[in-house]
């Protein structure tokens, strides 16, 4: 395990997964208290169910506007394809590098962030050889 491995043990980080899991199970109990209700006519359980249903609602917007929801899709994708996932392959490192090329210029731009981002992409080409193919032309 590498040191940076750590940075996925963040509070920040688990709380993403807990909300990215915890739409899936507001989906499951809505549908089922939605189900209850209309079999029963209950029109207490069809609040409930529209609870549940909202605060599904409310964690997907809360991870899209977070950026969050796209990263936590891929790792789904991968994890049922069962394709490793590489979050800090060279396709991500090269698009970070890329937003903050598009930030310069800008107030908030720092170029040392820039640097030690092109820092880790000559040490990831370095530690993973077979994805310098990218930059001889073949496929």
């Not at 750590?6 to 989906?27: D, K």
Request: charged share 25%; proline share 5%; hydrophobic share 45%.
């Amino acid at each position: 395990m590498t040191p940076r491995d750590n940075r996925f043990n963040t509070p920040a980080e688990m709380l993403v997964r807990l909300v990215f899991a915890s739409r899936f199970i507001f989906f499951c109990v809505g549908l089922v208290l939605s189900l209850f209700a209309f079999h029963h006519g209950s029109v207490i359980h069809a609040l409930k169910a529209l609870g549940f249903f909202a605060a599904m609602i409310a964690a997907h917007a809360w991870l899209k506007h977070g950026g969050k929801l796209e990263e936590c899709d891929r790792a789904l994708d991968a994890m049922f394809s069962g394709e490793p996932y590489d979050e800090d392959g060279l396709d991500a490192l090269l698009s970070r590098r890329e937003a903050l090329e598009e930030k310069r210029g800008t107030p908030g731009f720092d170029p040392w962030a820039v640097q030690a981002l092109r820092r880790e992409i000559s040490d990831y080409v370095k530690t993973h050889p077979e994805s310098s193919h990218r930059f001889d032309g073949r496929p």
